[in-house]
């Protein structure tokens, strides 16, 4: 378990050394995240001694929106000022992210069945 919390660091420090490092806009967790997407992408999936540690880790990922509320709070009126292009935007993203699952879903059923891929 420590060595799988010790791979979690390492990738969002290494996340956070490239922001740093090439002055992007991105926070260091996300690129630390992009990063082991990919280390995971490519050793086929989480080993079975990191399992245990993703699954107890899972049920506790609420409380990492618990720091967005005072955030939303400081900025209350900015967001009340800005309404219009946030509910639009969220109304798109959500109707662009359920078609994209949907296709997702519907190819790799397909492929499962035999029927290959559109």
Same mark, same amino acid.
């Given at each position: 378990?420590?060595?799988?919390?010790?791979?979690?660091?390492?990738?969002?420090?290494?996340?956070?050394?490239?922001?740093?490092?090439?002055?992007?806009?991105?926070?260091?967790?996300?690129?630390?995240?992009?990063?082991?997407?990919?280390? %995971?992408? &490519?050793? =086929?999936?989480? $080993?079975? /001694?990191?399992?245990p540690t993703a699954g107890g880790l899972l049920p506790t990922l609420s409380l990492l929106g618990g720091p967005a509320g005072p955030g939303?709070? %400081?900025? &209350?009126? =900015?967001?009340? $000022?800005? /309404?219009?292009?946030?509910?639009?935007?969220?109304?798109?993203?959500?109707?662009?992210?359920?078609?994209?699952?949907?296709?997702?879903?519907?190819? %790799?059923?397909?492929? =499962?069945?035999?029927?290959? /891929?559109?």
């Amino acid at each position: 378990m420590i060595a799988a919390f010790a791979l979690l660091l390492a990738f969002q420090l290494a996340g956070e050394t490239l922001r740093v490092a090439l002055h992007l806009p991105v926070p260091g967790p996300v690129l630390g995240m992009t990063l082991l997407l990919i280390y %995971l992408v &490519a050793r =086929r999936g989480p $080993d079975a /001694a990191r399992r245990p540690t993703a699954g107890g880790l899972l049920p506790t990922l609420s409380l990492l929106g618990g720091p967005a509320g005072p955030g939303v709070m %400081l900025h &209350a009126s =900015r967001l009340a $000022d800005e /309404a219009w292009p946030i509910a639009v935007a969220l109304v798109a993203s959500t109707v662009l992210g359920l078609a994209a699952t949907g296709l997702t879903l519907h190819v %790799l059923t397909r492929r =499962r069945a035999g029927g290959g /891929a559109e």
